[in-house]
């Protein structure tokens, strides 16, 4: 393991105040760098899998004596419950656990929640969970289970949750937390500097993630330890919060996640199911199952948090923008989940240039699912808002849309005073989908009897390429000159395997048949964060080119001295070492490693902070035509252009997806 | 109360006992253990269920294992020959028709049924094939390449082998 230090982290961060960092990281490979098997579109590693149904999933996991869970959910949005009879559900027909508040441990749950309320606060809320020998038999003993509710007063939009008489979701009210509030320069000012003014109010509806595969896990003991294989996109998240539910010392718990059938961010945290299925599998002493079904998947297991957006735009006549304030109501559900993330707000902060922003953002509670991240959680209901804004900004000074933008250009991070990654990257967005798209030739035909032609532009911007350190990757290189890559990351359908292996093997010159990843398994690999915010390789990638680098100065070492050649002359290409300018010295990786067998080398890395000086952000910007019927509200989008800032490309064929 | 039913599926004859109400995609998960065929709405929705049933594609979670007794049942796990895999299975890895993989064995299955009964698919014929699957990923794009490769591959060598 390379030297490190220890350093104290910038406030706010997660997790303890200090971190580890390695004092020899690698730098990134140059732009220019020649790499041979990282930028090649290679297949899925784990393609054959999945074309032939042998992936498997958590809800394919299938042990001796496994039973199956169902969870009763309310049926009111917002209900005491008065009584409950399980006793018919217990003495029904192959039910081998029933667990309610009646006999579940207390556990605090949410902020104020607890796993069983006696108050319930959605649709979908759950008021017991029964583990069957299938899962009819458990659905049936659901419709046993006696329970009298008293209906309170509910509110399930943001309106009817902000109304002066609005029934109180929690005790402290309506309003989740203290709104946050952001403020540079002075908006009122900029607003009164400005030559025009926007004033609008957007509003984001409520969508729902529906990853085909279902929140849902299998839960197994083995004495006091317990085995998860859960759907999602946070092994370690889901270690953690299990482990400290259960009051289990972390060892104590393992959660596996080989393949996932989508998350979309609502399976980056852990919910309740996952504490259900282990309760249910300790009492009925068998292997439980629980997979929530469609119904439960859209009422319970997050959703985007529906929106209003109150702003104002202020600009010069020249396009220049004085002033940015905008009020964001968010609804959050029935509960803060911690995952929900979604930063509305911050899109009006960077990206663009403009002196003088107020942004303040409430969340608020309603009787609904509670709110989870789904892709760009913020960014995509801040995009609907601002870039309608900056559309009509345009229209009104009479400037292009896209030259609007390039004069409000931010090629820094207006928070921190510091650049960008890629301070162009925004601008190489617009000159490269304008072009693609024919956006200065762009004309309106001539109406057609109802139908109307129309062009937007949209840009955002968005915090991939930050990952989410640290993270970490193991490699061991075997005797027959094979890679074992050990990370306790998690491939969630995204290609992760595919690209990681390619970076390996890019570091440690080897073919890339000859790499294997190890990886979604907590006993197995080490430390590595939630799979979410375009995070995933840009953590692990990292950590396993540093364990490569890592592992080649060992090997090098060995074979210099086996070949005798100093380490200096030698390198590692294609499976072979070479000896620098004595080609006839050179011998196969495999001739070294089966010399020293079974003594074995095993590199390691780990991902450090991001830099300093710079905040890394990423770019991107859409052209859309579309046509709309003015007679029957028929929109018909006829052409999306878009243009990403992707970094590094490690798979071209993984990014065209 | 469970019933004898013999399933067919994958040219292998299975005889289990099911309640009445057990759905083919639930016998062939649960009883069978096959577990390529996914349970996504389990309600003739999603198509990631879809099998194909005496040469048609069909959703398994809107029949019963009782009423498939008589009928050929062909699943994901029989549509490679071995270990070689199917030309729509290898187009779908070329192509990367898929990211999670939780609707493949669907898609595959439809196109399959489309491309056992049509030799020289339209492209509209391959459109319709999948219209019933729904995949969350979005690689519809290269779900339609796919196929239309495929059939291009069997077209080209049936003609060959006239």
Not at chain 1, 128 to 144: F, M, N, P
Not at chain 1, 341 to 360: D, F, H, I, K, W
Not at chain 1, 442 to 466: C, E, Y
Not at chain 2, 16 to 41: F, Q, S, Y
Request: net charge negative; glycine share 8%.
């Amino acid at each position: 393991m390379p030297a490190f230090r220890v350093a104290k982290k910038e406030e706010g961060e997660e997790g303890g105040e200090f971190q580890l960092i390695e004092e020899e990281g690698i730098p990134p490979w140059h732009r220019d760098e020649p790499l041979s098997i990282v930028g090649q579109a290679y297949p899925r590693l784990e393609g054959r899998e999945k074309v032939t149904g042998g992936a498997r999933y958590a809800s394919d996991v299938r042990l001796p004596g496994q039973l199956y869970a169902r969870v009763l959910r309310s049926p009111h949005p917002h209900a005491r419950i008065r009584r409950l009879d399980l006793s018919c559900a217990e003495a029904a027909p192959g039910v081998h656990a029933v667990l309610s508040r009646q006999n579940a441990p207390e556990m605090e749950w949410y902020e104020d929640g607890q796993l069983f309320a006696s108050t319930l606060r959605f649709v979908g809320d759950e008021v017991a969970v029964v583990a069957a020998e299938s899962e009819e038999l458990a659905a049936d003993a659901l419709r046993l289970i006696d329970v009298e509710y008293e209906p309170l007063p509910f509110a399930t939009t943001i309106d009817a949750a902000l109304a002066p008489d609005a029934p109180k979701i929690h005790d402290d009210g309506n309003i989740a937390g203290e709104p946050k509030t952001y403020e540079r320069g002075d908006p009122e000012a900029g607003l009164r500097q400005a030559d025009v003014v926007i004033e609008a109010t957007y509003e984001t509806q409520c969508a729902l993630h529906n990853a085909l595969e279902a929140h849902g896990c299998t839960a197994s003991w083995e004495g006091d330890s317990l085995a998860l294989w859960a759907s999602t996109q946070s092994v370690f998240a889901v270690r953690e919060e299990v482990a400290e539910k259960l009051r289990l010392p972390v060892h104590r718990v393992r959660v596996i996640k080989q393949h996932m059938g989508g998350g979309f961010g609502a399976k980056q945290i852990s919910w309740k199911q996952d504490v259900f299925a282990s309760l249910l599998s300790k009492e009925a002493g068998r292997p439980v199952q629980l997979m929530l079904d469609r119904e439960a998947e859209n009422l319970a297991a997050g959703n985007r948090n529906p929106t209003r957006q109150r702003l104002q735009l202020g600009a010069r006549r020249d396009g220049t923008l004085t002033a940015i304030v905008v009020q964001i109501e968010q609804a959050v559900g029935a509960h803060r989940t911690g995952g929900e993330a979604s930063n509305v707000s911050g899109m009006y902060q960077t990206l663009y240039r403009c002196p003088n922003v107020r942004t303040e953002q409430t969340a608020v509670y309603t009787n609904t699912g509670p709110a989870v991240a789904f892709r760009a959680p913020g960014h995509v209901e801040a995009a609907f808002a601002l870039e309608q804004a900056m559309d009509d900004l345009a229209r009104k000074l009479e400037i292009d849309p896209v030259e609007l933008r390039r004069r409000n250009y931010s090629d820094r991070d207006q928070l921190e005073d510091k650049p960008f990654t890629l301070p162009e990257g925004l601008q190489l967005s617009y000159d490269r989908v304008t072009e693609a798209f024919g956006w200065d030739a762009r004309a309106k035909p001539p109406a057609a009897g109802s139908k109307r032609r129309g062009f937007g532009f949209a840009a955002h911007d968005w915090s991939a390429g930050t990952g989410h350190p640290p993270g970490y990757a193991w490699i061991n290189l075997n005797a027959d000159g094979s890679a074992q890559v050990i990370t306790g990351t998690q491939d969630i359908g995204t290609g992760t395997r595919t690209g990681l292996a390619q970076i390996a093997a890019e570091e440690l010159g080897l073919p890339l048949d000859r790499i294997s990843l190890l990886l979604g398994d907590t006993a197995v690999g080490p430390y590595s964060p939630v799979s979410s915010g375009s995070a995933t390789q840009a953590t692990i990638g990292p950590a396993i080119r540093a364990a490569g680098a890592d592992l080649k100065k060992q090997l090098l070492e060995v074979a210099s001295a086996l070949l005798e050649v100093s380490a200096m002359r030698l390198s590692v290409e294609e499976g072979r070492i070479l000896v620098d300018g004595d080609a006839a010295r050179s011998v196969a990786v495999t001739e070294i490693t089966s010399k020293i067998a079974p003594s074995m080398l095993q590199g390691r890395g780990a991902r450090g902070p991001n830099p300093e000086d710079k905040i890394v952000r990423t770019f991107g910007a859409q052209c859309a035509e579309i046509e709309v019927d003015v007679e029957t509200g028929e929109v018909t989008v006829l052409r999306v252009v878009t243009s990403h800032d992707c970094g590094r490309i490690v798979n071209p064929k993984l990014v065209e997806s | 109360m469970h019933l004898p039913v013999t399933l067919s599926v994958n040219g292998r004859k299975h005889p289990i006992m099911v309640e009445p109400r057990r759905t083919l995609l639930d016998a062939l998960r649960h009883d069978l253990g096959l577990t390529g065929t996914k349970k996504v709405c389990d309600q003739g929705n999603c198509g990631a269920c879809t099998v194909v049933v005496d040469g048609r594609a069909m959703y398994s979670c809107l029949l019963l294992a009782i009423d498939c007794g008589d009928r050929q049942i062909t699943s994901i796990e029989g549509l490679a020959d071995g270990n070689a895999l199917d030309p729509l299975q290898d187009a779908f890895i070329q192509h990367d028709a898929f990211q999670c993989g939780y609707c493949t064995s669907g898609q595959l299955m439809s196109l399959h049924a489309l491309l056992e009964t049509k030799s020289n698919p339209s492209d509209d014929d391959i459109l319709r094939a999948v219209t019933g699957n729904i995949c969350r990923c979005g690689a519809y794009q290269n779900i339609l390449a796919a196929g239309r490769q495929a059939a291009d591959e069997l077209a080209q060598a049936s003609v060959q082998s006239e």
